[in-house]
């Protein structure tokens, strides 16, 4: 189950969820948490959603009509009766699907609905009591994540489908082109996590295109880690094997 932000944030570090559907065999919901703040465009852009989910493959999920409101950290201060609401909202959908593993923004993602959306999740997490368990994955995109744990790497007919997908998203596209932009981003993973996720000074995996995760688990209440160093996951490895 993704968590994205925004209509475009589960393609956009969707890399992973791409391959456990295509490789594993996993069901992936896709669930907009937001559909943007410019209340003329969020019809267009659920509907946008739902066309590049039907692409890709995910399966779209809508929270609330129009998308959740006020997803950042100076409104959970200020109307923590909405935010309550909004927890409340994302902890009943976790406990309907009971998903394996979770993705969502990192703590540090910049963005304020990216921050936001971070500590819904993790809130929602918190509601749910010490029985429920699930896999959380940490996706970066606005702002670089400080202790990614995997490497993984994706093949150049991912990225093209990952691009593909994002084109469905044509309002957003004439305000930035940033579908154009993924396959750089998703290069200078590999620079970077090289040495964020396998060590400073080791080499660097022949990959082309890569994407970083942090990789935790959920339970007992809070995070506890699952891998006792970093891993690269190269496109022929078993992606299955990272969340057994």
Sequence with gaps: MIFAPHPDDEVITGGLPLRLLR???????????????????QAERWREFVACCGYIGFEPLELAAGGLRGVNLAARGADPA?????????????????????????????????????????????SLGDA?????????????????????????????????????????????PYHLT??????????????????????SPAFTFAALYRVRRWQAGAFS??????RAVAARDSVADLLP
């Design 23 to 41: 490789e594993a065999g996993w069901r992936v919901i896709a669930v907009a948490v937001t559909q943007g703040s410019n209340a003329a465009r």
């Design 182 to 203: 993924l396959p750089a981003h998703l290069i200078d993973g590999v620079r970077r996590g090289a040495e964020l996720v396998l060590g400073q000074g080791r080499p």
């Design 82 to 126: 909405r935010w309550a609401t909004g927890v409340d909202t994302v902890a009943a959908v976790l406990a309907q699907h009971a998903p394996k593993a979770i993705f969502f923004p990192h703590a540090g993602d910049w963005h304020v609905t990216h921050v936001g959306t971070h500590q819904l999740v993790v809130d929602a997490l918190a």
């Design 225 to 230: 880690p699952v891998l006792a160093e970093g």
């Design 132 to 176: 429920f368990q699930t896999y959380t994955v940490e996706a970066e995109y606005w702002g670089a994540a400080r202790l990614p744990n995997v490497l993984l790497e994706l093949s150049a007919h991912d990225v093209a489908e990952l691009v593909a997908a994002l084109s469905f998203y044509a309002g957003e596209m004439r305000r930035n």
